[in-house]
């Protein structure tokens, strides 16, 4: 499809564990973006790309969750020794050109939801 | 911090009946945005609006923008049940960070047949 897409959908893990969450974004999107979306709660930022560079990472919560996109497409999340207050609905979203502007549109994908245990 | 409050929280209606969600903030935003998500989806972009006072009609929806640009409304007229969903605002922060987007938490709406 031409849409962003991410995987696992769904990903239980027990408290303790590691997990890694993929986004595949829009082919040529050059921004790439992550938000975690508690339940009942609107998506919160947790760190931009801009091609492979790390730019903004001011929003991940604790050093636990790292992010990389080292070609500039593909890009994952990590979450460390994962804890309960870590379950939400993690989003990934890109937009074609360099971020910043009012009307460089941001494209979600569908989201991997969390839940640690 | 910016703060983006939205209300209602949740609204549920009937069929053809009109209904307005407020968006405010003390901040001032470059744009805002409206968004509506679906169960198990992603937002999706309705609208952007960019110029204080600034009104856009999309169908049956019509978004405001304050003179102030520190907020903004949703105005659904006739409610159908495919409007049922979750609407999101979100500001778009001005000067170094004007990439980040500032998410409401959204106004969960139910459209009864």
């Known amino acids: 499809g031409a849409g962003v897409s991410q995987s696992p959908r769904y990903k239980v893990a027990k408290r303790g564990q590691d997990v890694a969450l993929r986004c595949d974004p829009i082919s040529g999107h050059v921004s790439l973006f992550w938000y975690q979306q508690a339940l009942g709660q609107g998506p919160e930022f947790l760190t931009y790309f801009q091609n492979e560079a790390q730019l903004d990472k001011s929003g991940l919560p604790s050093d636990r969750f790292f992010a990389e996109r080292p070609e500039g497409s593909v890009s994952t999340l990590k979450i460390q020794r994962t804890q309960q207050e870590d379950s939400a609905v993690y989003l990934c979203a890109s937009s074609l050109r360099l971020a910043g502007g009012k009307h460089n549109e941001q494209f979600f994908g569908p989201g991997t939801r969390l839940t640690v245990l | 911090t910016q703060l983006l409050e939205q209300s209602p929280q949740f609204l549920s209606i009937q069929e053809g009946e009109n209904l307005t969600v407020y968006c405010n903030s003390s901040s001032v935003f470059s744009s805002l945005q409206w968004y509506r998500q679906e169960p198990g989806e992603g937002p999706v972009l309705l609208v952007t609006?960019?110029?204080?006072?600034e009104v856009k009609k999309l169908k049956r929806l019509t978004f405001q923008f304050g003179d102030a640009r520190k907020d903004s409304s949703l105005h659904i007229t006739a409610a159908q049940p495919g409007d049922t969903g979750l609407y999101l605002c979100a500001g778009l922060n001005s000067g170094g960070s004007n990439y980040k987007l500032t998410f409401g938490k959204g106004t969960l709406l139910t459209v009864n047949p």
């Open positions: 609006v960019v110029t204080g006072g």
